[in-house]
């Protein structure tokens, strides 16, 4: 099917709601649009066994004129498509990460225009509004409606930053994992040397945030697999953050086969408050099939190793993994729910570029079974007393579905501000992304690190400069 639009800067994001629909039928569309006195006007041409016209416009309100007209945009193609193909997409005309963020915006616009309106019918009319503008169904809407309330307005000050360090070491590589994350099978020789380098701008960037008046509420340590590190390399980079003082403070361990009672031993002594334990799913055969080198025997013995110790532990499932059927996920579900683990995170299966299951292809779970089990999992889990408290969605997502975090009690506040970008995050090591969260415009600036741990390692003082001066009044 050709594509043909007009400006061509709105192509790519128009393409990935077209991709979402079954156009086989459809030959041909174009769009064409253009603003005019604040109003964005649209005229959509459908090429089929037939030819169809479909003008929209829409006035535009605000000063972003930019971000207002990819949304009419999306919102005009996906009204179209609907006649055209008699069919609507749970998500409605939304194609970006985070919804959270319109909702939250909904709301705001929502209480500036009315004051004395209760809490609970402000979330009411926004919620009624997301369906009604962006066609989200009731459901979704819901779901954006729980997390509003379970994150309570989580935002920032221009002087609070969130750390995250990371740790790009894994025992081995899934098929699905798109990360920079090298196997220690064969890069363990950069270990040392990477864990110096981090050392260094980690001390760098905690002597700049205590001279310039900033707090650290939470760190973060993921990756990668920071379990990766053996329990003296551990000790090694916790001792670094010892001084702080934070709400929590969270270390991936997300391989059972990396937990050891040394290592839980050196997460306890500096301090740690939360960890991951992620099963991703409770068929050994789907373990294998996806490249990682534990059972899930594994998975029981590790949690239950670490649940002395009494941190908070998240466990991540994925829907859609190597030739699961419905009933895998849903034995995988209910063997983490007889863990009972504070946080348990649903993520569906995107297919990324760069993973080896797009390079090498596999058989995946169809788009209707993931939907399936990502309805399954918020059922039952909300029925067990968790709620959704954050949410974000991927390209190449299946079935057009979402990742959520469920919570017993409200454990990642880092999760809530990275996710819905809320307040600043300082990052630390290769292809960690600090960002600059300025509340008086609601704003994001943004440093990326270098990727490559070579790299990274020779260049880090210049790139802890870098990053330093985003962070500079």
Excluded at 201 to 207: C, F, G, H, M, S
Excluded at 347 to 369: D, E, F, M, V, Y
Excluded at 397 to 403: A, F, I, Q, R, S
Aim: charged fraction near 25%; aromatic fraction near 10%; hydrophobic fraction near 35%.
């Amino acid at each position: 099917m050709e594509f043909i639009c007009e400006p061509e800067n709105l192509k790519d994001e128009l393409k990935l709601l077209i991709n979402l629909f079954n156009t086989k039928k459809i030959k041909q569309i174009n769009f064409n649009s253009k603003i005019v006195n604040d109003t964005f006007y649209s005229t959509i041409t459908i090429f089929s066994n037939h030819l169809k016209t479909y003008n929209y416009s829409y006035k535009i309100n605000s000063s972003n004129i930019k971000q207002f007209t990819q949304r009419y945009a999306k919102i005009s193609l996906y009204k179209a498509l609907s006649k055209e193909l008699h069919s609507t997409l749970k998500w409605g005309s939304l194609t970006g990460i985070r919804p959270t963020k319109i909702y939250k915006e909904i709301v705001s616009n929502i209480k500036s225009s009315n004051q004395n309106l209760a809490s609970n019918k402000i979330l009411d009319l926004a919620k009624k509004d997301i369906i009604k503008k962006y066609f989200v169904t009731r459901k979704k809407a819901e779901i954006l409606k729980q997390i509003y309330i379970t994150q309570k307005e989580y935002i920032g000050n221009d002087k609070l930053v969130h750390l995250y360090i990371n740790i790009p070491f894994c025992p081995t590589r899934c098929e699905y994992c798109s990360f920079v994350a090298c196997g220690i099978d064969k890069f363990s020789y950069l270990i040392e040397p990477y864990l110096n380098a981090l050392i260094k701008e980690i001390t760098a960037t905690l002597n700049f945030l205590k001279n310039n008046n900033y707090t650290i509420s939470t760190i973060y340590i993921g990756g990668g697999t920071p379990t990766t590190l053996n329990s003296e390399q551990l000790d090694k980079l916790l001792s670094n953050l010892d001084n702080l003082k934070v709400k929590e403070f969270t270390v991936e361990a997300g391989r059972p086969d990396t937990i050891t009672k040394d290592k839980l031993d050196v997460l306890k002594k500096h301090n740690v408050t939360r960890i991951s334990i992620n099963p991703q799913s409770f068929s050994n055969a789907t373990l294998k099939s996806i490249g990682r080198h534990h059972t899930k025997e594994q998975i029981i013995e590790a949690y239950n190793l670490a649940k002395p110790y009494n941190f908070n532990i998240n466990m991540d499932l994925i829907a859609g993994l190597h030739n699961e059927k419905f009933k895998d996920f849903k034995h995988s579900l209910k063997s983490c729910l007889k863990l009972m683990p504070n946080d348990i995170t649903v993520h569906t299966l995107s297919i990324k570029n760069t993973s080896n299951l797009k390079l090498n292809g596999g058989t995946i779970s169809t788009p209707k079974t993931v939907s399936k089990m990502v309805n399954y999992a918020y059922k039952k889990l909300t029925k067990c007393g968790y709620k959704p408290y954050y949410l974000y969605r991927q390209k190449n997502m299946l079935g057009n579905n979402e990742n959520i975090g469920y919570t017993k009690n409200l454990s990642c506040l880092f999760n809530v501000v990275s996710m819905e970008e809320l307040a600043s995050i300082v990052a630390c090591g290769a292809n960690a992304i600090s960002k600059k969260y300025v509340l008086e415009n609601n704003r994001i600036d943004r440093f990326a690190c270098v990727k490559n741990i070579n790299e990274y390692i020779t260049r880090v003082d210049e790139l802890t400069n870098k990053k330093i001066d985003l962070f500079c009044d």
